[in-house]
């Protein structure tokens, strides 16, 4: 079975990935942009690894790698799916940012049949395609308290 990545939940700060099948599917940075932004407008996708999930068949394996391998690359994840693994790094007080500008590459072996989630948190490089207009003190996100009295921002003497 060839190896399929979907993404299942996609919202302006958090992505969930599927990866079902056995080889390798690259995760690109730039396909997680949700139907509201555009991937790249404010520099290079800063996207983190929150959490984790797995299972397989037996002597099934899983191996999840961003960047090149070796010296310069980073292994992010090594695992047996059929022991059903998962990790919240969120809920460990961390997140999993190493080579976090870098695609992400999940491998299952090819010994067995694995299914792979992936909660992603986008950091950065990735921009609204929505332009809030501001029509006054009231549309102001930045103004706080009551808009009719002495030092608040809409008051007028």
């Known amino acids: 079975m060839a190896v399929i990545a ?7 700060k958090e992505v969930v990935v599927k ?7 690259t995760i690109t ?8 932004q555009v991937a790249g407008a404010t520099g290079s996708q800063n996207v ?6 797995s299972s397989g068949d037996l002597g099934s394996n899983l191996r999840i790698t961003r960047g090149a391998t070796g010296a310069t690359g980073h292994y992010t994840f090594a695992a047996a799916p059929e022991t059903a693994p998962t990790i919240q ?9 190493l080579q976090n500008t870098q ?5 299952h072996g ?3 049949v694995a299914v792979t989630y992936l909660v992603l948190h986008k950091q950065a490089g990735y921009a609204a395609k929505v332009e809030y207009e501001q029509y006054g003190a ?19 003497p």
Do not use: M
């Open 6 to 12: 979907s993404i299942i939940k996609n919202s302006s």
């Open 138 to 156: 009231y549309d102001d996100e930045s103004a706080v308290g009551a808009l009719d009295i002495v030092g608040s921002p809409g008051y007028t």
């Open 103 to 107: 695609n992400i590459v999940v491998t």
């Open 110 to 112: 090819a010994t067995g």
């Open 89 to 97: 790094f969120n809920q460990l007080g961390f997140t999993d940012n």
């Open 48 to 53: 983190t690894i929150a959490a984790i999930s």
């Open 29 to 36: 940075l730039g396909s997680l942009a949700s139907a509201d």
């Open 19 to 25: 990866v079902a099948g056995d080889g390798a599917a």
